[in-house]
DNA sequence: CTGGGGACGGGGCCC
DNA sequence: AGGGCCCCGTCCCCA
């Protein structure tokens, strides 16, 4: 099976967020924003705007920001003096009849790096309770009421780390810059694989094109090298010396694998016998043989 | 059946 | 961003 490093992986380092958030999912239930599914499940389906609000406050990709601000806890890190939700809120209220559940939820993800446990525990005990968050006039974030910025706050993507100095500069990156990069996985539109880049996928669809054309025989490759490998099964040319005889390889590769066939000790051993073979394939033809019974 | 060569695929890395 | 090359790997064929 050919390697698929850039293939889409849940639950590997790219994305760490989604880990902690099921782990939030699992050890606090009562948290309301440990999840997708859990704030769509706070909006309530008769405030169509809501759900508008929200995701034009790229909510949805707010959610590292609360799984990160769940797990501060040291205390020079909980810095609540900072109110990144004010513009949340504050934009929410332009929405009519928005549902206090769904600020809160809005609150929460809103959060920044920096927020204390106690005031996380408020935000989820807050959203339980229903709290009356937009009538807090104090709340309206200083971009919208056409204000000087307020003090030297920044807001973060967790992603790229930019900085903004509104939450609405950084609700804007999201949506229109780095939820497609940050968030989104790219699908090949000739096959059902994912891919964590765009490069790594314009790669593999190539394999798909192949817009490299032998001129020889009419072969298509995905990539120049590819060609240039086939070419040489047409010229003879064989850059590729082995050191220890006289056999010349076309490829890299294959003189790799001869250069194992000069070893007393090949690379793949087996575990029983312990005879080592100088191709994996060959070590597992031995093994399904009979030899290695256990492996 | 085994060992090895030929050809090639595909992701990573570097420039 | 894209190209070139590297590395690891597979599949097929043949002696």
Redesign the pocket.
């Known amino acids: 099976?050919?390697?698929?490093?850039?293939?889409k992986k849940h639950l590997t380092s790219r994305k760490p967020h989604y880990g902690h958030l099921e782990s939030l999912k699992k050890g606090e239930a009562t948290s309301p924003v440990v999840e997708e599914s859990v704030i769509a499940q706070s909006l309530q389906p008769e405030f169509p705007s809501t759900a508008t609000c929200v995701q034009a406050l790229g909510v949805w990709e707010c959610m590292p920001l609360v799984a990160v601000a769940t797990q501060t806890s040291s205390p020079e890190e909980a810095d609540v003096t900072s109110h990144p939700l004010r513009e949340t809120q504050a934009l929410c209220s332009f929405q009519e009849k928005l549902s206090e559940e769904t600020v809160l939820a809005v609150k929460l993800a809103a959060t920044p790096h920096r927020v204390s446990p106690s005031e996380r525990d408020m935000n989820a005990s807050q959203l339980s309770q229903g709290p009356r968050l937009l009538e807090d006039k104090s709340l309206i974030p200083s971009s919208l009421l056409s204000l000087p910025h307020h003090s030297q706050e920044k807001f973060e993507c967790f992603d790229c780390h930019k900085a903004y100095y509104t939450f609405s500069g950084l609700a804007k990156h999201k949506q229109l810059h780095c939820e497609w990069q940050c968030h989104r996985y790219f699908n090949c539109k000739y096959c059902d694989?994912e891919?964590?880049?765009?490069?790594?996928l314009?790669?593999?669809i190539?394999?798909?094109t192949?817009p490299c054309v032998?001129k020889l025989?009419g072969?298509?490759?995905?990539?120049?090298?590819?060609?240039?490998?086939?070419?040489?099964?047409h010229t003879g040319e064989?850059p590729f010396s082995?050191p220890h005889?006289s056999?010349?390889?076309?490829?890299?590769?294959?003189?790799?694998?001869?250069?194992?066939?000069h070893s007393d000790v090949?690379k793949y051993q087996c575990k029983s016998c312990s005879?080592t073979?100088?191709?994996?394939?060959?070590?597992?033809?031995?093994e399904?043989?009979g030899?290695c019974p256990l492996s």
Not at 1 to 7: A, D, I, N, Q, W
């Open positions: 099976m050919p390697r698929s490093f850039l293939v694989k891919y964590v880049s765009l490069g790594a314009k790669m593999h190539r394999t798909h192949l032998c025989c072969k298509a490759f995905s990539r120049p090298w590819l060609l240039q490998g086939h070419i040489r099964t064989k082995c005889c056999r010349a390889f076309a490829d890299r590769s294959n003189l790799r694998a001869h250069l194992q066939t090949k005879k073979f100088s191709r994996i394939s060959l070590l597992s033809k031995h399904e043989a030899c």
